[in-house]
C-alpha cells in the first residue's frame, strides 16, 4: 500500500484547487483487510472440514466487509469518487458469493472455479485501491496497512495449507505472495512503524506484542512445507490485528491507554 500513501500526499497537495477527498487511506485500508480476512476465514474453514466455528467466523467477516464497503459508499464524494466505490461493491458481489461458496461441509470439497475467484477477486480490488490516489492520509494509515498486509500474509498461508497441490491448482498467480520476498517486507514495515510511533506509548506496547508474537510464526512462514501450522498462525495473526486494532481505536478515545497481556 505504500503507493496509496504517497498518493495521499499529492492530494493534499491539491486541497486548495480540488477540495478533501472524502475517501480516506483508513476506509481503504479498514476495507481491504476484511477482504483478506474473508480470504482466510474461507481457507481455514476448509483446513478445519467444514468446522461451523469457522463458518460462523467467515460469515462475521463477510458482515465486515460488507459494513467496511458501506463506509466507502457514504463517504464518497463525486462523481469519480462514487463510480471508484460502485466498481468495488460489483466485485464485492461475486467475492461474497464465491466465499458462501465453501462446501467443505456439505460435500468435503469445494469447486475449484469458487477457490479460483476467492484468491483473485481481493487482489483485484487491492490493485484498484492501490490506484485511488485522491484518498487523503491520515493517523495511524501505517498501522492499518500492516495490519492488513499481515492479514494478506496469512490468507495465503492458509490458502496453501488447503491445497494439497501447494496453492497452484486453485487459481493463477494473481495478488499470489511469496513468502521469500513477503516476510521482509512485512518486518521493514514493522520495523518502520516502530521507529514512527516510538513517542507514542500505547502504540509502541501494540506493536512490541506485534513483534513477539511474530516470532512464533516467523519461520513457518519462510519454511511451510517443513513446518506448516495453520492454527497458529490463523490464531497469532487474528491476535496480532486485534491488537493493532484495539491500538488505534483507544488512541481516538480519552479512555485510559490500553493494556496488552501476555501472549497466550
Known amino acids: 500500500m505504500g ?10 497537495a491539491l486541497l486548495p484547487a480540488q477540495g478533501m477527498a472524502a475517501i480516506t487511506n483508513a476506509d481503504l485500508e479498514e476495507f481491504e483487510l476484511s477482504l483478506w480476512k474473508v480470504r482466510t476465514n474461507f481457507h481455514m474453514l476448509t483446513v478445519m472440514a467444514g468446522s461451523e466455528i469457522y463458518a460462523s467466523d467467515l460469515k462475521r467477516t463477510i458482515s465486515q466487509s460488507r459494513q467496511a464497503l458501506s463506509e466507502l459508499r457514504a463517504n464518497a464524494e463525486g462523481s469519480e469518487e462514487r463510480q471508484f466505490v460502485a466498481d468495488l461493491e460489483k466485485e464485492l458481489t461475486l467475492y461474497v458469493d464465491a466465499a458462501r461458496g465453501n462446501t467443505m461441509a456439505e460435500q468435503g470439497y469445494t469447486n475449484a472455479y469458487i477457490i479460483k475467484d476467492v484468491n483473485e477477486l481481493p487482489a483485484i480490488m487491492a490493485d484498484k485501491m492501490d490506484a485511488f490516489e485522491n484518498a487523503t492520509g491520515g493517523k495511524y494509515d501505517e498501522i ?3 495490519s492488513a498486509y499481515l492479514q494478506r500474509m496469512t490468507s495465503e498461508y492458509l490458502n496453501v495449507a ?9 487459481g493463477s498467480d494473481e495478488g499470489r505472495l511469496d513468502f521469500k520476498n513477503a516476510v521482509p517486507e512485512f518486518e521493514k514495515m514493522l520495523e518502520a512503524a ?10 509502541t506496547r501494540a506493536l512490541n506484542q ?8 516467523r519461520q513457518s512462514m519462510v519454511k511451510f512445507y517443513e513446518n506448516a501450522v495453520p492454527f497458529l498462525v490463523y490464531r497469532y495473526t487474528r491476535q496480532m490485528v486485534e491488537t493493532m486494532e484495539q491500538a488505534i481505536s483507544l488512541a481516538s478515545t480519552d479512555m485510559a491507554k490500553p493494556t496488552f497481556g501476555p501472549v497466550e
Open 210 to 217: 506485534v513483534a513477539v508474537k511474530w516470532k512464533f510464526i
Open 3 to 12: 503507493k496509496r500513501l504517497l498518493g495521499s500526499l499529492l492530494a493534499i
Open 162 to 170: 488447503a491445497d494439497p497441490a501447494g496453492g497452484m491448482a486453485s
Open 144 to 146: 492499518r496497512e500492516l
Open 194 to 203: 516502530q521507529k514512527q510511533y516510538a513517542g507514542d506509548e500505547a502504540m
